[in-house]
């Protein structure tokens, strides 16, 4: 069974600091999916990672995918309270041949509060 | 294109009572899904379709629920009879699978209430 952790669960940081978020999971996969979710809204997307190697950087926030350690970091920059959010990983299921199963695994999600 | 749209936003209803939420996915993907969060346990697949046929519901909690995907531009997710502990945030969310980027869309949820 596929299994995907995060942590920390929940962050609380100062404005200007930096620090990393990590998602490790327990199978192959080489595809791996960041998201963002606010306060009383919904999932949107933030980095698709496709590759070993990959990394993706919107802003402050960068991902990066080592699918040889099974991990993926979200590292943030010299965060602003505009941050503030919930972050998920995810990663999707790929069969023996090739494919994929077509679902993600959702991690449980880091709450991160940027405090001034 | 407008994103994945799910109805109502919210639902307020007494315990006992049927609940439908609908969710009309991007046009062209192939994959629907079918979420619940709720604080305690977090974001939890329900079900999922492929090209309109369920491919696993393992996630239903149990037979009050139910899912339809009568075509591929329309989904009901069925609660029957509702119950408090219900009570939860529905996201639908599709993707076009089977390609090279298999990324969910999520629409923006239906709060579902129930007394």
């Known amino acids: 069974e596929l299994k995907v952790e995060q942590n920390p669960l929940f962050l609380s940081m100062q404005e200007g600091k930096n620090y990393t978020i990590y998602c490790n999971y327990s199978?192959?996969?080489?595809?791996l999916y960041w998201y963002r979710q606010d306060p009383g809204k919904s999932l949107e997307s933030l980095f698709v990672l496709l590759s070993n190697g990959a990394v993706k950087q919107e802003g402050r926030l960068m991902a990066s995918l080592d699918t040889k350690a099974r991990l993926s970091t979200l590292h943030i920059t010299a965060a602003v309270h505009d941050l503030s959010a919930t972050y998920f990983c995810?990663?999707?299921?790929?069969?023996?041949?090739?494919?994929?199963?077509?679902?993600?695994?959702f991690g449980k999600g880091t709450k991160l509060s940027v405090k001034p | 294109d407008a994103g994945v749209i799910q109805s109502p936003r919210h639902e307020v209803t007494e315990m006992g009572q049927e609940v439908t939420l609908r969710c009309k996915p991007i046009s062209g993907h192939d994959y629907l899904f079918w979420y619940r969060q709720t604080m305690m346990r977090g974001l939890e697949l329900l079900i999922y379709?492929?090209?309109?046929?369920?491919?696993?519901d393992s996630g239903m909690p149990e037979d009050r629920f139910s899912a339809k995907m009568p075509n591929a531009s329309f989904s009901t997710l069925k609660i029957q009879p509702s119950e408090p502990r219900d009570s939860a945030v529905y996201f639908c969310?599709?993707?076009?699978?089977?390609?090279?980027?298999?990324?969910?869309?999520f629409g923006p949820g239906t709060r579902l209430t129930v007394l």
């Open positions: 199978t192959t996969s080489d595809r």
């Open positions: 995810a990663v999707d299921i790929r069969l023996p041949y090739g494919g994929s199963q077509g679902n993600l695994i």
């Open positions: 969310a599709s993707s076009r699978g089977q390609g090279i980027v298999d990324e969910q869309f």
């Open positions: 379709f492929n090209n309109n046929v369920p491919i696993d």
